[in-house]
């Protein structure tokens, strides 16, 4: 997991452009790192969030573009996969008021099954994922921002666990499993997140 970390911190060093010249392209990055907050059926939380938004300016106050990162609930990883629009309320400012709505999935694609002596198998699935953001923008001398903002953030997700009927049981079929249980695990946020917008 650390190596994992590294990756996401070395990507967000990458897209902060401290030697941008500041030009209004059409293109539109902003890369923010911050914590999950909230409360699940074991207490409260703190957890890590890594997000980037990559689209297009398609007008002076809007942006349409995809998001993704990672997200981590303990030992449980999550790849958001969303489709994102960003809103600039006063684009004239130094300190801008934006609003950010994201809408899609959240993969379990870096979880593994776990199987323990008993041969009992353990798997997670992603589900659907949405946010919505308020947040603060300050313009530098580049022309680029660093930002804050508040998000709310859900996130769905399936917990498996099974007995095998037959060797090499399909996940998806329930007449390979002897038992099978899904639980439906509803993680709701509340996100603080530092950024860089460029």
Request: aromatic share 18%; with cysteine.
């Amino acid at each position: 997991m650390k190596n994992l970390y590294a990756l996401f911190f070395i990507a967000f060093i990458w897209s902060c452009p401290l030697s941008s010249k500041g030009q209004d392209l059409s293109f539109v990055n902003h890369t923010e790192f911050g914590l999950l907050t909230g409360t699940d059926n074991f207490g409260p939380r703190t957890n890590f969030t890594f997000q980037t938004f990559n689209g297009l300016q398609i007008h002076r106050t809007h942006h349409l573009g995809f998001v993704t990162g990672l997200d981590q609930y303990g030992n449980y990883s999550v790849l958001p996969l969303a489709l994102g629009w960003k809103g600039v309320l006063n684009p004239q400012n130094r300190w801008q008021v934006y609003g950010a709505v994201d809408l899609g999935y959240g993969s379990a694609l870096l979880e593994k099954m776990e199987i323990n002596e008993w041969n009992q198998h353990h798997w997670r699935k992603g589900g659907r994922m949405a946010q919505g953001t308020l947040g603060f923008k300050y313009k530098t001398k580049k022309a680029n921002f660093w930002t804050v903002s508040v998000s709310l953030r859900q996130q769905i997700s399936y917990f498996y666990i099974g007995n095998p009927a037959r060797l090499s049981p399909d996940r998806n079929r329930m007449e390979d499993w002897s038992y099978y249980e899904e639980d439906k695990v509803t993680f709701n946020n509340l996100v603080y997140r530092v950024g860089y917008w460029f």
